[in-house]
Each structure stands twice: as structure tokens, then as C-alpha cells.
């Protein structure tokens, strides 16, 4: 049985990490994309779109310059409306799906200490996730108009601070720091069911009670994730670059460049959903990871595994 609250250093959480996705994870993301799957579905059709429409608006551009200067400042006059309302829309989205991926690893996690396995369903997932919106929805406005703004602020003076060498390394520890604060604070917020300040201020207590490993944990997963997402997305891009290339060396004997440009922005937009997925899936192996160190950190204040193991106990012996 795959224990939640154990005391865990840093290569526990690792290992504890991916021990969690090799017993649980054709059942974990299995509901992951029936929860998510109709807004990744919307939200990658628009990201294709968009990004289709953009490179081929930049290459007809680059063509037409010559005939016409003012090409580009032309076509977003007369198509202001679709573009803003493209943006928006996407924006939309990303919202809605941004809080249902941070959310969803949040009650997958609680499900599985309720019940102490998987045999839970989709709809109690989702049923778990519609108790929260009201929850979820004023968590991210907290975190839009209070922290976010604080937030710039501090890494604004960070930043300024990297002309002298120490502001490199405060910059990294900070932002790492900041990203697992409000993480934890986000567990804290659904499963403890407290007030938004009042998750915040315990969030930021598990930061500091095991700041290194839990800022080290945070750092090292997410460089990991973002190595392996790039090497992958290189792939497809390398392919991508090598044909561009290719077909633009004897361009000026092609019939017609439209062709050229057109599949050459299929190929950026292609290349831009990939993208956009693999940064969602991966999302989830920081998100389980930062569950593992809430719930290590929770074993350290609360004993709940010596807890449970004295309520074993006296079951057995009834």
C-alpha cells in the first residue's frame, strides 16, 4: 500500500513520486483526460487556429511587405473583433483548465487517503471538484489581486538585484519558494477547508518547516519535467526546422510560396499544441509531487501514520 503521510527528504519525495505514477497512473490519468480532455480538446483546436493563422499572417506579411507596407497593421484593423474575442476566449480556457489541473491532483490525493486505494470513480473525482468551485474560483482571484501583485513587486526588486551576483541565486530560491508556498497553500485551502489567508499563512509555515528540502525538491522536479518536455518537443521542432530549410533553398523556383508558408505554419501551430499539451501532463508530476511534501510535512506536525496504525490496532483486536 503506497503510504501519503510518511516523513520524506529529498530523494523520498522523488522516488515516492514516481513510485506513485508506476502503481497509480494508468488509473490517475486515465480520469485526468476524461476531466480535462473536452477543455484540452476546445483549448488546443484554439491554440492550432491562432498559431496557424499568426505564422501564416507573418509570412504573408514577409510577402507582401514590398507591395505593401502596412499589410500587417491592415489585417488586425479589420479583424480587431475576431482577435480580441480569440484572445479572450483562450484566456477563458486556460483559466477554467488551469484550476481544474491544479485542482484535480488535490482531490485525486484526498480520494485515495479516504478511501486507501483507487477504487473510486470518475464521478466522485468530479463530484469532489464541483464541492470546490466556489472554493477554487476564490482562490485564484486571491491569488490574482493579492499575491500576484506582491509578487511582481518582490521579484521586480530581485531581478534589479541580479546586476550584483547575489540576485541571481535570491531570484532562483525565491521563485521556487513562492511556486511551492502557494501550492501547499492550495492543499491546505481544499482539504483542511480553511480561509484563504489562513491557508496561506499555514502554507507558508510548511515552507519554512522544511525550507531546503522542500525548495530543492521543488527546483530539482521542475528542471527534471522541463529537460524532458524540451528534449521531446525538440523532436518534432528538429523535424520541423530541417524541412524549413530544405524547402526554402530553391523557394524562388516554387510555383507558388503561399504553399511553402501555409504548411509551414501547420507545422508551428502543430508544434505549439504539443507543446501546450506536454506542459498540462507534465504539470501533474509537480503537482503529485508537491502533494507528497504537503502530506510528509502534515506526518511531521500531526503522527497520522502512528495514528492510523493504533486504530489498526484495536480493530485487529476486537
Known amino acids: 500500500m503506497f503510504e501519503l503521510y510518511k516523513k520524506r527528504d529529498l530523494s523520498a519525495n522523488f522516488s515516492d513520486t514516481t513510485t506513485f505514477f508506476k502503481t497509480f497512473g494508468k ?4 480520469n485526468y483526460f476524461v476531466i480535462n480532455g473536452i477543455f484540452l480538446m476546445i483549448l488546443v483546436v484554439l491554440i492550432y487556429f491562432i498559431s496557424k493563422v499568426y505564422m501564416e499572417l507573418i509570412f504573408s506579411g514577409i510577402t507582401n511587405m514590398q507591395n505593401n507596407p502596412n499589410y500587417l497593421m491592415a489585417y488586425f484593423n479589420n479583424n480587431m473583433a475576431l482577435i480580441v474575442g480569440g484572445f479572450i476566449a483562450t484566456l477563458l480556457l486556460i483559466v477554467i483548465l488551469s484550476m481544474l489541473n491544479i485542482s484535480f491532483p488535490v482531490i485525486y490525493l484526498k480520494l485515495y487517503e479516504k478511501t486507501g486505494n483507487t477504487d473510486f470513480s470518475t464521478q466522485e473525482i468530479i463530484s469532489g471538484l464541483k464541492v470546490n468551485v466556489g472554493k477554487m474560483i476564490l482562490f485564484f482571484l ?4 493579492i499575491i500576484m ?8 526588486l530581485l ?4 546586476f550584483i551576483l547575489i540576485g541571481i541565486p535570491l531570484l532562483i530560491i525565491v521563485g521556487f ?16 477547508n480553511v480561509g484563504f489567508f489562513t491557508a496561506l499563512s499555514r502554507g507558508f509555515g510548511l515552507v519554512k518547516q522544511q525550507f531546503w528540502t522542500t525548495v530543492g525538491t521543488t527546483f530539482l522536479m521542475m528542471m527534471l519535467t522541463q529537460i524532458i518536455q524540451g528534449f521531446i518537443t525538440m523532436i518534432p521542432y528538429v523535424i520541423s526546422m530541417i524541412w524549413m530549410f530544405v524547402s526554402t533553398q530553391d523557394i524562388q523556383a516554387q510555383t507558388s510560396k503561399a504553399d511553402i508558408f501555409s504548411t509551414m505554419g501547420i ?3 502543430v508544434i505549439m499544441v504539443f507543446s501546450v499539451l506536454l506542459s498540462y501532463v507534465f504539470n501533474n508530476f509537480i503537482l ?3 502533494g507528497l511534501i504537503y502530506y510528509s510535512l502534515q506526518e511531521e506536525n500531526e503522527n497520522n501514520s502512528t495514528k492510523s496504525q493504533i486504530d489498526l490496532i484495536g480493530t485487529d483486536f476486537e
Open 288 to 290: 503529485i509531487n508537491q
Open 159 to 162: 531581478f534589479l538585484l541580479c
Open 177 to 192: 519558494a513562492f511556486m511551492s508556498w502557494i501550492t501547499l497553500s492550495y492543499y491546505e485551502y481544499i482539504l483542511k
Open 149 to 156: 501583485p506582491i509578487a511582481f513587486i518582490v521579484l521586480g
Open 27 to 30: 488509473h490517475y490519468f486515465k
Open 267 to 269: 507545422l508551428v501551430a
Open 142 to 145: 486571491g491569488c490574482l489581486f
